[in-house]
Structure formats: structure tokens, C-alpha cells
């Protein structure tokens, strides 16, 4: 009786133990990217070697029963080229707790925009909007940290729903606003978003379509003051395409903003042409030329900027 009871408890002990494992996950994740360059800034020519947003993140998941789940994520980013730290604080590139369920999704923290990942991240398809291959036109405007979201079930097939508020915790800093909404439908994707910081907001909508080999996508943005004060409203429109065969993947998209409207001269554009060689599933080799064009000095790089580039890509 004794040998059975002894059984019995281990084999329940195990079974409880199976069960707690079944219930909750925890996930490690990165990417390391890092690209060779020969860059030319307004004619200042130099060779560096460059990180493209490489991270290191955990993600996991706890099954609180009747259909309710808790989640995190915490997410790093550091320099390949020489191991130092790519931003101010540790967890800046992700750090959130979430709950889902039926209702939907509740989330909590640090987390980029879903207005962009609706948009300009959606139809960047050459190194996932990273490095200088960037879109360097398109205007962010919301800071982050300090967000409240919350995602809608699928009340239509296809169809993701996102609000989220940022404090703005004194300081002087505006309560910042955002929206996204996705919609897949077969090969076409639709994606919208909105930003609002103070008298700052921008609007901007894109679509994808796959056609076998090619993928087709394009976006329109509308904003005010986007990328900085007294600057007055543009509209940006952004197009790519991508023909993968095999292993390869041949990418080009070009983008152009029209002027602000209290900034005369200050249209720009942005072209790039890219090759990607995917050597498995996780890792890839790729090379590309891109070229920005910025009179007034409005944009991410400052003024005139270009780059020959040669990366590698791993993820894990």
C-alpha cells in the first residue's frame, strides 16, 4: 500500500507539473542585422558598418483559464558593430503586460505604433523598414512609452481593430492618440492608421496585393506639422514591388512627399533598389542602393543622403 500510495503522488505531481508547463511559455527571440556601407551625406563620404535595429526580446504567455490569457514582452536593442546598447534605456524597444480574451486585448507599456505597422512597415519589404533602406519620409509622431491599447476581437473575418492613448505624466508632454485597422481579404491587405500629438496628427492608408511571384504594394500619407512645428500639411505617397523566384527576392520602391505648405521647396523623394538571397529560412544575405533627395534638410537623414550597402540577416 505504501509503494502505491508513493505512485500515486508522483504520478500526480508529474501530471500537475505537465499541466502548469502546458499552461504558460516563455520565448526567446532576436534579430541580427548589420550592414557594410559606403554612405554619402550632403558629399561627406565615409565607410561604416551599420546596425539594422538588431534586438534581443522574450516574449511568453500564461493561460489564466475560461478563455483569459496574460502576456508580455521585453525587448532590447543593441549595436552588432560594436555590442554597445542602440538605445537609451534597455527594454525602450518593447516592454509591455497584456490580458486577452474574449473582449479582446489589453495592453500595457512600450510598444511601437500600429498606425505604422498598418502603413509604411506593411509595404517595406525589403529589410523589414531597418537601417537606411528606411522610409525616410513617412512622419511618426507618437513616443511610445507610457501607452494604454486596446485590440478588438475579429468581429469580421479578416479585420484587426487598435486604439491606444499615451499619458502625457506632466512635464509639459501633449496626451498622444492612435488608431489602426487591418484588413486581409485573400491576396489584398488594407491597412489605415491615425497619430495625434498636440496640433501634430497624420492620417495615412496602404495596400498589398500578391500576384504570384510579384507583390504590389502602395501607401498615402496626410499629415500637419509631422515633422515639426509650423510647417503646415503634405501628403506622401510611398509605392513597392517585389518579384521573388526561388531563393531570390528583387525589391524597389521609390516615395515622394509634396511640399509643406508653409515650407516652400521642401518636396523630397527616396528610391531604393534592393536584392535579398535567403540562405534558409532564418537567414538571409542582401544588398541595395538607395538614394534620398532633401533640399531643405526636412528628414531623417538631414539633407541629401545616400548609400551602396551589403548586409546579413539573421533571425532566431
Same mark, same amino acid.
Given at each position: 500500500m505504501k509503494h502505491t500510495l508513493i505512485a500515486v503522488a508522483a504520478a500526480t505531481a508529474a501530471l500537475l507539473a505537465g499541466t502548469a508547463q502546458a499552461q504558460s511559455s516563455v520565448q526567446i527571440y532576436g534579430r541580427l542585422n548589420v550592414t557594410a556601407e559606403r554612405q554619402d551625406s550632403a558629399g561627406v563620404k565615409k565607410y561604416v558598418l551599420a546596425n539594422n535595429a538588431s534586438r534581443l526580446g522574450f516574449k511568453g504567455t500564461e493561460d489564466l483559464g475560461g478563455g483569459m490569457k496574460a502576456g508580455f514582452v521585453l525587448e532590447h536593442g543593441f549595436n552588432v558593430d560594436n555590442g554597445s546598447s542602440s538605445q537609451s534605456a534597455f527594454w525602450k524597444r518593447q516592454s509591455e503586460v497584456n490580458l486577452s480574451g474574449g473582449f479582446g486585448m489589453i495592453r500595457l507599456g512600450n510598444f511601437t505604433s500600429e498606425a505604422y505597422y498598418a502603413t509604411s512597415d506593411y509595404i517595406g519589404m525589403h529589410n523589414h523598414e531597418t537601417g537606411t533602406s528606411s522610409d525616410a519620409l513617412y512622419a511618426y509622431l507618437t513616443r511610445d512609452i507610457n501607452k494604454v491599447a486596446y485590440r478588438a476581437p475579429e468581429f469580421v473575418k479578416g479585420l484587426?481593430?487598435?486604439?491606444?492613448?499615451?499619458?502625457?505624466?506632466?512635464?509639459?508632454? +501633449?496626451?498622444?492618440?492612435?488608431a489602426a485597422a487591418n484588413y486581409q481579404l485573400g491576396a489584398l491587405h488594407l491597412g489605415f492608421g491615425y497619430e495625434k500629438s498636440g496640433d501634430a496628427d497624420q492620417f495615412a492608408a496602404s495596400a498589398l496585393y500578391e500576384a504570384g511571384a510579384f507583390v504590389f504594394?502602395?501607401?498615402?500619407?496626410?499629415?500637419?506639422?509631422?515633422?515639426?512645428?509650423?510647417?503646415?500639411?503634405?501628403t506622401n505617397y510611398r509605392g513597392s514591388v517585389a518579384y521573388n523566384f526561388?531563393?531570390?527576392?528583387?525589391?524597389? +520602391?521609390?516615395?515622394? &512627399?509634396?511640399e509643406y505648405s508653409k515650407l516652400?521647396?521642401?518636396?523630397? &523623394?527616396?528610391?531604393?533598389?534592393?536584392?535579398?538571397?535567403n540562405l534558409s529560412k532564418r537567414t538571409k544575405a542582401y544588398t541595395y542602393y538607395t538614394k534620398t533627395s532633401d533640399k531643405k534638410m526636412v528628414y531623417g537623414f538631414g539633407g541629401d543622403f545616400s548609400s551602396i550597402a551589403f548586409g546579413v540577416r539573421h533571425n532566431f
Open positions: 484587426t481593430l487598435e486604439v491606444a492613448v499615451l499619458a502625457g505624466e506632466g512635464g509639459g508632454r +501633449n496626451r498622444q492618440w492612435e504594394g502602395g501607401m498615402i500619407q496626410r499629415d500637419t506639422d509631422g515633422w515639426g512645428p509650423n510647417l503646415g500639411n503634405r526561388g531563393n531570390n527576392e528583387l525589391h524597389f +520602391n521609390y516615395g515622394r &512627399s509634396g516652400k521647396g521642401s518636396k523630397a &523623394s527616396q528610391f531604393t533598389l534592393g536584392y535579398n538571397y
